[in-house]
């Protein structure tokens, strides 16, 4: 991949606000609405590896969803398999160029693989 992409959720003040710093370093990007376009599980897993993060490390612990799926005690199999079914519950925004990840938390993070 040689355009850069974030994983974006419109309605996440965060994933906005990314959106807009790239719009401000006017790189060329595109938006993968993960939530529309839930990922897959070989797609979850190759972010992760990008991320060299565990499922663990990217769920959000603080969604409703996840204390309502009692994942508190989940291996990490069973986290990344309820991101696949819940993508709701990945960390965003998640911004992606070639073979480099980020969650973008804070902003400035993307810096670090921007080739704007």
């Known amino acids: 991949m040689d355009e850069i992409e974030i994983w974006h959720n419109s309605r996440c003040s965060k994933s906005r606000a990314a959106l807009n710093y790239l719009k401000e ?17 070989e ?3 190759r972010i992760l590896n990008l991320l060299q993060k ?7 612990k603080k969604e409703s969803l996840f ?5 508190k005690d ?7 398999e309820a991101m696949v079914d819940y993508p709701k519950l990945i960390e965003r925004p998640i911004v ?11 902003l400035e993070l993307i810096n670090e693989i921007l080739p704007c």
């Open 67 to 71: 204390k309502e799926l009692n994942l």
């Open 43 to 45: 797609e979850l897993v």
């Open 54 to 60: 565990r499922p663990s490390e990217i769920i959000r």
């Open 96 to 106: 992606i160029y070639k073979d480099k990840a980020v969650i973008a938390r804070p």
């Open 74 to 80: 989940a291996s990490e199999d069973e986290l990344l």
């Open 25 to 41: 370093k006017n790189c060329n990007f595109k938006i993968k609405e993960y939530l529309k376009e839930n990922p897959n599980k």
